[in-house]
């Protein structure tokens, strides 16, 4: 069974730095759809960032904060946090799907097939 396995979640003050890193098998991380979700308690599972094999894409509230990145030789995947918000606190995971959610559906959680457990990130005031 396809595994992803998220890592380096933990608790930091607002303006501060976390690095998330997804592993998974080398594909589809070299050619499907890769993204990183975000669910707060009471609230939906939202779209954070979102990777593709040329292109990256990023929620409103998270662009010019986070960079999503790929490392195909370690079949990982990162989400470089900076400047965290109170307000960015969730737990935070990653998922793959097929080349074609990138185009079609991206944003949409139904459409990624494998999920990794979530790591949980609490940004303090």
């Known amino acids: 069974q396809v595994k992803l396995v998220e890592s380096g979640g933990g608790s930091v003050q607002a303006g501060g730095s976390l690095r998330l890193s997804c592993t998974g098998p080398?594909?589809?991380?070299?050619?499907?759809?890769i993204a990183w979700f975000r669910q707060a308690p009471g609230k939906q599972r939202e779209g954070v960032a979102i990777l593709s094999s040329g292109s990256t894409y990023y929620a409103d509230a998270v662009k010019d904060r986070f960079t999503i990145s790929r490392d195909n030789g370690l079949n990982t995947v990162y989400l470089q946090m900076d400047s965290l918000r109170p307000e960015d606190t969730a737990m935070y995971y990653c998922?793959?799907?097929?080349?074609?959610?990138?185009?079609?559906?991206?944003?949409?959680?139904?459409?990624?097939?494998?999920w990794g457990q979530g790591t949980q990130v609490t940004v303090s005031s």
């Open positions: 998922a793959t799907g097929a080349s074609w959610v990138c185009v079609a559906a991206r944003w949409s959680p139904a459409v990624y097939t494998t």
């Open positions: 080398a594909s589809p991380f070299s050619t499907g759809c």
